[in-house]
């Protein structure tokens, strides 16, 4: 069992910047990827960024320049700093860990609780 738990999120004006922390405990030598989703109402969960444990980053094209994902190994603790935030990027936004380094399946890993980013348009 891996635990998360996140911190970071809350309202922002277009343009702003947030930073999501995420916190891994329990049986962290399960995990290798950790990152972030988000699903916004009505929409699916998305992948938005994902870092190996090696350090090898992965985003989605639409945060690509605007998003830096990072993880601090020794911590067990991922973050995503987004800059030049959008309204489009509104969404509830939770980490992931997981045991691979594949972000294609969605549905796979372990789950924080979420954290709502709101940017205002």
């Known amino acids: 069992q891996v635990q998360l738990v996140e911190s970071g999120g809350g309202l922002v004006q277009a343009g702003g910047s947030l930073r999501l922390s995420c916190t891994a405990s329990g049986n962290i030598f399960l995990i290798n990827g950790m990152g972030w989703y988000r699903q916004a109402p009505g929409k699916q969960r998305e992948l938005v960024a994902g870092?190996?444990?090696?350090?090898?980053?992965n985003y989605a094209d639409s945060v690509k320049g605007r998003f830096t994902i990072s993880r601090d190994n020794a911590k067990n603790t991922v973050y995503l700093q987004m800059n030049s935030l959008k309204f489009e990027d509104t969404a509830v936004y939770y980490c992931n860990a997981r045991p691979t380094t594949s972000w294609t399946r969605v549905d796979f890993g372990s789950w924080g609780q979420g954290t709502q980013v709101t940017v205002s348009s």
């Open positions: 870092i190996t444990h090696g350090g090898s980053t």
